[in-house]
């Protein structure tokens, strides 16, 4: 049967709307842009990369690079479709040793933006310069330029509304350029990065040596201090790199920084070998950082899995995590982390902060993971003696639980409380009434401190004590954007921070009923949890994992060793405050046995 090809449903995309497909796989947001140049200045051989950005990118995004540079011919080509310098055959996809490989990157930004590339190769004395714009050429002209490649990117997306819409604030847009260009810098130490944002300096990494060196300059010194080093070479697989202590795991992961052949990629199977790695040592909701390099032969890697070149595959991925896994458990074993079963791990930590701590108050230097920090420094008799006259000074009427299934038990507030002691410095075991509780520490307190807290955000009455000497924090370049967007939200929650500079903070003053804590452990549990903030709808959803976090620094620790008047006064928050089950973060607080389930275990009825 004859058909009318003109009536077709079938047809071939015009040059424009294919470039632009390609440019939604390529090109997310300005974070994507500065990658891809990124990329194609290392490949070029660059050991200077300035970035420059506007409006978070969305206005105009500058690299330049002192790189070979470009002939007239090669920066003509260079702007088309599939036009690359790093592939001749397809066996060369199977062994890709640069970052940019597919001929994709610069098209794909030049058909969604208002494009310019000035270059000049090394060794010539006149430059080329191409204009296009939204895809189409505008001018090729001969210039004035340095050698290297300069490119600006005005207006993303000016000519696709729909992708435009769909892009972030400034802040987060450009937090996400900060990581990018964190990520490169860690990949290529022996490199200078430079970025400013709306023409202030906020990142300049000079080139270093070794990939310690450039940790120190993007996490600080305290993180190589609490990380445990990796070297390893096996089945052809050398991987190196710092993995966080156990006594220092996060809540969250940040940083797992993973490179593959200095390539920046996710994968899940390394993620898994690391956590593998860690076992039962590792408590449930605590997370390992690490930064972690592997080379292999890239005969043995497929990097051409994603057209961002986010991802990798490997061909024998059962190989690549054990050689992982062997990797990150060498150390462990070696600083005597690794004990063969949960209770002798959770002893082996214990007995380890025993020789560098003092005792302490209630209130000192605590860590997320449940475990004082060595450098406590204050007495136990002064922390028993002003934590019980805070306590008895602040007398609150007992108020609905936050978010909480109804109590399994009743509680009789008025019941006397027999403490006798503790278990392993971390379970505290008392009689309320004729009760026998076992309590976590940390989560009980935790959460006598979250339920005041929150009642006293409802009725802001959240008092404020001032620091006698103001507190400095640093934290990453785009975790400041987030943290300097909130400060009147958290001075509200009676935390005061203020700027100190670039990257800089300094706690004035944090919630009276706290005391002492980590403050720069806080802050970075707090950036996580204002992380969330955009996904959150309810003002009450945004407070609550704040207070939560505030509470569960402000805690007293596992692993230290408790008076009974502590413990006494501890447990009588808790039944002041209803006896909830869990901390706020949803782990137990207590085990009961009541009288009958005692007799009923010895066989009494």
């Known amino acids: 049967m004859a058909t009318d090809e003109a009536s077709g ?3 071939i995309l015009s040059d424009t709307v294919s470039s632009r497909i390609a440019a939604g796989e390529v090109v997310e947001r300005p974070a994507a842009v500065v990658k891809e140049l990124i990329d194609n200045s290392l490949d070029a051989g660059s050991t200077l990369i300035s970035i420059d950005v506007q409006n978070g990118g969305k206005q105009l995004i500058r690299v330049l690079d002192n790189g070979e540079g470009m002939t007239e011919t090669d920066a003509k080509l260079a702007c088309q479709r599939f036009a690359t310098s790093k592939l001749r055959t397809e066996l060369d996809l199977f062994s890709v040793q640069t970052f940019g490989f597919r001929g994709e990157a610069l098209p794909s930004i030049a058909s969604v933006s208002k494009f310019k590339l ?105 993180f190589l201090e609490q990380a445990l080093s990796i070297h390893m070479t096996q089945a052809d697989v050398r991987i190196e790199g710092l993995t966080m202590s156990p006594h220092f795991t996060r809540t969250s992961r940040t940083p797992q920084d993973l490179f593959v052949n200095s390539r920046p990629v996710k994968n ?74 949960a209770l002798e791990e959770h002893q082996a ?15 000192d230097n605590p860590r997320r993971d449940g475990h004082v920090a060595p450098e406590t420094n204050r007495h136990l008799d002064d922390a028993r003696l002003s934590y019980s006259m805070v306590s008895e000074n602040r007398q609150l009427p007992l108020a609905p639980r936050v978010g909480e299934a109804d109590l399994l038990y009743a509680h009789d507030q008025t019941s006397s409380i027999h403490v006798f002691g503790q278990v392993n410095k971390t379970y505290m075991i008392v009689q309320i009434g004729k009760a026998l509780h076992i309590l976590d520490q940390h989560t009980t307190h935790e959460r ?63 919630p009276a009923m706290l005391g002492t804590m980590d403050y720069q452990r806080l802050v970075q549990d707090l950036l996580e949890d204002l992380a969330e903030w955009k996904s959150l709808t309810s003002l009450e959803s945004q407070v609550r994992p704040v207070l939560a976090s505030l509470a569960c620094q402000g805690a007293v620790q596992a692993g230290r060793s408790m008076e009974d008047l502590e413990i006494q006064q501890v447990v009588k928050d808790w039944v002041q405050e209803g006896c909830p089950l869990t901390c706020p973060h949803g782990r137990r607080v207590s085990l009961r046995f009541s009288t009958d389930d005692l007799q009923r275990t010895f066989g009494r009825i």
């Open 9 to 11: 449903k079938i047809h």
């Open 118 to 222: 000035l270059t000049m190769k090394r060794g010539e004395t006149v430059g080329t310069c191409v204009q296009i714009e939204g895809g189409t050429p505008v001018n090729v002209t001969s210039c004035a330029v340095a050698s290297g490649t300069h490119i600006e990117v005005h207006t993303l997306f000016f000519n696709t509304p729909g992708r435009q819409k769909f892009l972030k604030s400034t802040a987060t847009e450009f937090s996400h350029i900060c990581h990018v260009v964190q990520q490169a810098s860690l990949a290529r130490p022996e490199t200078h990065f430079r970025l400013t944002h709306n023409e202030r300096a906020v990142l300049d990494y000079p080139s270093v040596q070794a990939k310690a060196d450039r940790v120190r300059q993007l996490y600080g010194n305290k």
């Open 268 to 341: 899940p199977t390394i993620v898994h070998a690391v956590y593998d790695a860690y076992a039962s040592f590792l408590p449930k909701g605590r997370h390992p950082t690490f930064v972690l390099f592997l080379d292999i032969d890239p005969t043995k890697l497929d990097v051409n899995v994603h057209p961002a070149k986010r991802e990798v595959r490997f061909s024998q991925p059962d190989i690549i995590h054990a050689v992982v896994k062997d990797a990150i458990r060498q150390p462990l074993q070696q600083n005597g982390h690794m004990e063969g079963n």
């Open 349 to 363: 930590i214990t007995t380890a902060e025993e020789t560098t701590q003092h005792p302490s108050s209630i209130h």
């Open 448 to 510: 006598v401190l979250f339920e005041r807290l929150w009642k006293n955000w409802h009725t802001q009455q959240i008092s404020t004590q001032a620091l006698l000497i103001p507190e400095p924090i640093e934290v990453l370049p785009h975790a400041a954007v987030v943290l300097d967007k909130h400060l009147e939200e958290l001075g509200k929650l009676g935390l005061e921070i203020e700027r100190f500079g670039n990257t800089a903070f300094l706690i004035r003053a944090v």
